[in-house]
T-cell receptor, first 112, second 118 residues
Framework: QKEVEQNSGPLSVPEGAIASLNCTYSDRGSQSFFWYRQYSGKSPELIMFIYSNGDKEDGRFTAQLNKASQYVSLLIRDSQPSDSATYLCAVRIYNQGGKLIFGQGTELSVKP | GAVVSQHPSWVICKSGTSVKIECRSLDFQATTMFWYRQFPKQSLMLMATSNEGSKATYEQGVEKDKFLINHASLTLSTLTVTSAHPEDSSFYIC??????????????FGPGTRLTVL
């Protein structure tokens, strides 16, 4: 079982819709959770991080964490074509020197 | 804040030569820097973790004698690909951690270096 799993997609949503990206992780020692966006040919850029159970909102983005279910998600409201990218879920596990474990990424396509 | 730069952004070299890539944290002191490699259509692969003033910790399967990492200061880490071969052609990305009091845990990525070995 992979440590961090994401559906590879592509996930296609119409412009203005809500895009829902999901991520599950296997290690219950996971402490910090991150969402990065990566455009083709570019390096990842941080969208947001979440540490505690519940929701965290930042503009059009909402991260949701459920540690009991080992599940973290990212919602993108009012999706725009410029949101089309690969979204990487990353998890930091306790006592592993701060390194992140990345999922394979979900490719999102927002259609005008 | 939390800006990370890399130099060069791309490099083409002949097989057998060595290439050095620099990673700098521009507006914060990075306690830890990470080096990743990414092949087309694949996810990031962590190569090594480096802490300032100490030896890098390499991931399993990564040759430490081929990929030399030096973290000489809190703002600079270098990756040297020694005796590069065409199979080393990839997108190399560094990240730095230690950006502030509230997000010390967060890794900020540099723009990446695209290496092509002929």
């Amino acid at each position: 079982q992979k440590e961090v799993e994401q559906n590879s997609g592509p996930l296609s949503v119409p412009e203005g819709a809500i895009a829902s990206l999901n991520c599950t992780y296997s290690d219950r020692g996971s402490q910090s959770f991150f969402w990065y966006r990566q455009y083709s040919g570019k390096s990842p850029e941080l969208i947001m991080f979440i540490y505690s159970n519940g929701d965290k909102e930042d503009g059009r983005f909402t991260a949701q964490l459920n540690k009991a279910s080992q599940y973290v998600s990212l919602l993108i409201r009012d999706s725009q074509p410029s949101d089309s990218a690969t979204y990487l879920c990353a998890v930091r596990i306790y006592n592993q020197g701060g390194k992140l474990i990345f999922g394979q990424g979900t490719e999102l396509s927002v259609k005008p | 804040g939390a800006v990370v730069s890399q130099h060069p952004s791309w490099v083409i070299c002949k097989s057998g030569t060595s290439v050095k890539i620099e990673c700098r944290s521009l507006d914060f002191q990075a306690t830890t820097m990470f080096w990743y490699r990414q092949f087309p259509k694949q996810s990031l692969m962590l190569m090594a973790t480096s802490n300032e003033g100490s030896k890098a910790t390499y991931e399993q399967g990564v040759e430490k004698d081929k990929f030399l990492i030096n973290h000489a200061s809190l703002t600079l880490s270098t990756l040297t690909v020694t005796s590069a071969h065409p199979e080393d052609s990839s997108f190399y990305i560094c990240s730095a951690r230690g950006g502030g009091t509230t997000d010390w845990d967060t890794q900020y990525f540099g723009p990446g270096t695209r290496l092509t070995v002929l």
